[in-house]
Every structure is written in structure tokens, then in C-alpha cells.
């Protein structure tokens, strides 16, 4: 049964009766630019068809009841009781209720069941993928447009002030605006988009190492302000705006550590860049190679991935029928990503689930993704 059969399903045994609306909003994958968000740069993920889905219907009074596998029972929060961030998953709705309401939008209560089939903590975005389905759903009920890159914002404000995790734009913006068989080239400062097609005959499987991520914020915010002091020393407002040519006249100036961080994000702003001219080449071969270089970088130069990741990567590459193949999202853990040629995806997969199980004995999850549209209203 399909999660939208499901969550109508659901809906019908908790609320009794049927929902007035069914939202979605899906995870992403991305193909390259790493860490760049949050530096003003470049990004190039896709929609991914595993995403959060809600089936609701409008309440009367100013409250929202949510239930929800990941908290195994319905909760209730008041929309006139949003002060203080309290605890526990429900935060990711009541969070996106608060922005809305900081916003100045005028919401109003529902009852609906949220389903996700994103996996949580393997860098997929299934935090970004509730949020905007959540925002979705009061858009449904209260009345509002939607404005891809503002209630991206609106996401991300969450995460970063209500929630409390500094990141960046990137997830909110491409589960708010991805497109189906498309990947999407973000300008994270102007927050243009542009639609980018994968290469003909070829398909992005996600690898997921079966370890999850562990230390992550507090390495994320460290990496976050290693950049900002590249950004100072060079004396630009964000990363973004210093060329490879200009970082390598000044980086001997730089403490090895932050000239390292610093050149990551430079060059993969290049490679992001890069990667999309080459797509719309359709070159696989050159995109692949500029995966892998991506890998290089975050692995020696970002220092955020990680043994399991690195494994699953050489694995990936020696089958027949990669492109490349490099970690993907926040790191340390989570999953990583490979361009393969179509018809040899089913026996990639096969190919690395077992090389990897036997050289880490874990057992890891490895399937093809299609590129989908981003949160939207389905009934
Ligand atoms: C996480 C953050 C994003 C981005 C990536 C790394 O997914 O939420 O904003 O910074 O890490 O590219």
C-alpha cells in the first residue's frame, strides 16, 4: 500500500471520517555542493520520492492534533500557545506553526496523521521534508500561496531558532521546490533555481551506510565558523565570493586547518558549477568524475566524512556502470550518493550491498531514487 493510501487510511482510524486534503513534501538527495549552503554558494540536489505526507482536515478551534508513527500517539499543541519550543518531534510542526505566526499569517487548527518513509538521521532531510509538508497543510487550511524560497525560509528559520541547528537553505529549498526527473541548481544567496536533467541512461542510487550520524551539530557549527573566519580574513561577506585564484594568492596567510575548510568550499562551488554545465551536456563520465573530486574534498580538506562513508564510496566505484560516488548531506555518517548507468542499477546494488556488508558487517541500504516534485498538494 502506497503512504498515500496510507495516510488516508490512518487518518480514517484516528479521526474517524475522511481527510479534507492530502499535502507531501519529499527528502532530497545531493548530487554536489556540500557545505555551501551556508557560505551563500551553490547546491545541486533533487526532490527524492520518499517524503512526508499528511492527511488533515480543518478543526474549529485554534488548535492542531497531529498524529504521528513518530510519536505513537496524537498530540495537541494550542496556535495561540506558541512562546517557548518544548521537546520531542512534535517541535518540527509546532515550530513551523510559530515562523507562520511570527510571519504574520493568520493560521488556523486541523487534525491530521503525518507518515514519512525518509529515513531520520541518514542525511535524506526528513526533518526539512516535515516542515514543509507542514507548511503545506496550514497553507491548505488557512488559505495562503505558496512561495517556494519563503516558506523554505520559514523552514529553516525553524531549524535554526526554534529547533536550534544552524543550517543552511538547502534542504528547505529543494523539498519546497524540486521537480520531477530534474535536479536543481540553487543559488543560495539569490535563491534562484535552476532545473538541471540528469544525464540520459543514467539514475542516482543512494547508498545508506547504516550508521547514523553522531556528533553532528556541534562539528557542523564548528565547520560553519571555520568558514565565516576564512570569510573575515578575506574580507568578503560569505565564501562565495572568493575565486581559486584569489584564495590561492592569499592562503599560505591562513592556519592550515581554516585554509583547508576554506578550499573545500571554494572548490566545490566550482565543481557544483561545473557539474551542472556538464549535465546539461548530458556528460555522465565528467559528472561522476566530479563527484568523486567532491568526495576528495570533504573527506581531506572538510574533514566530515567517515570511515563507513568512505568504504560504501570505494565500493560503489569499483562496480561496473559507476560514474562516481560521494558522500552526501551534513557526513559523519548517513548515506551516501552514486551516478550509475540504468541498466546496470540493479546489480550495482546487489554489487555493493554485498561488498560493503563484508568489509564492515553491516548491512546498508541501497536503492535507486527518482527525482520528484517538491511539496505539494496531492488531494
Ligand atoms: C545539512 C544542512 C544543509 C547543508 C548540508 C551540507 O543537510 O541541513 O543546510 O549545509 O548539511 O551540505
Known sequence: MSLYEQVIQEFARQFSGQP??????PGR???IGEHTDYNDGFVLPMAIDRAAWIALRPRADARVCVYSPYFEQAITFALDDLETYRDGWIEYPRGVA???TEAGHAITGWDGVL?????????LSSSAAVEMATARAFGVVSGFDWDAPTMAKLGQKVENHWIGVKSGIMDQM???SGRADHALLIDCRSLETQLVPLPAGTVVVVLDTATRRGLVDSAYNERRAQCETAARFFAVPALRDVTLAAFEDRASLLDANTRRRARHVISENE????AAEVMRQGDAV?????MNDSHTSLRDDFEVSSDALNTIVDCARREPGCYGARMTGAGFGGCAVALVQAEAAESFASAVSVTYRNSTGLQPNVYVCRATNGAEVIA
Not at 479534507?20 to 513534501?25: I, P, W
Not at 507518515?115 to 542525511?123: E, I, K
Not at 565543481?271 to 561545473?274: D, E, G, K, V, Y
Not at 565528467?286 to 566530479?290: A, I, M, S, V
Open 271 to 274: 565543481r557544483t558549477l561545473r
Open 174 to 176: 529543494i523539498s519546497a
Open 98 to 100: 510559530w515562523a507562520l
Open 286 to 290: 565528467l559528472l561522476g568524475q566530479l
Open 29 to 31: 538527495v545531493n548530487l
Open 20 to 25: 479534507t486534503a492530502v499535502v507531501r513534501a
Open 115 to 123: 507518515l514519512s518513509d525518509v529515513p531520520v538521521g541518514a542525511g
